[in-house]
């Protein structure tokens, strides 16, 4: 994923996301699981999958 058109696409699947917060997708999935909604990354689920708000977790991440 290219790092300067990021928010072209401002959903991305677990993988994607997991690059691009610099941690392992078992760790995105954990947290999911035990923390649900409370994290710090904005995720929803459609049609099975899962997906993650990048430009919105990153506002969430800059106002800690």
């Known amino acids: 994923m290219n790092k300067k058109n990021i ?3 401002r ?3 677990e993988k994607t996301a997991a690059q691009y917060l610099k941690v392992q997708p078992s ?3 954990r947290r999911r699981s035990k923390l649900g909604h409370d ?3 904005v995720w ?3 049609h ?3 997906l ?3 430009w919105e977790t990153d ?3 800059e106002k800690i």
Do not use: P, Q
Request: proline share 0%; hydrophobic share 25%.
């Open 11 to 13: 959903w991305a699947d």
């Open 48 to 50: 099975g999958r899962v």
């Open 59 to 61: 506002k969430r991440i």
């Open 7 to 9: 928010y072209d696409e």
């Open 44 to 46: 929803s689920k459609n």
């Open 39 to 41: 994290t710090n990354e």
């Open 27 to 29: 760790t995105l999935r």
């Open 52 to 54: 993650y708000d990048l």
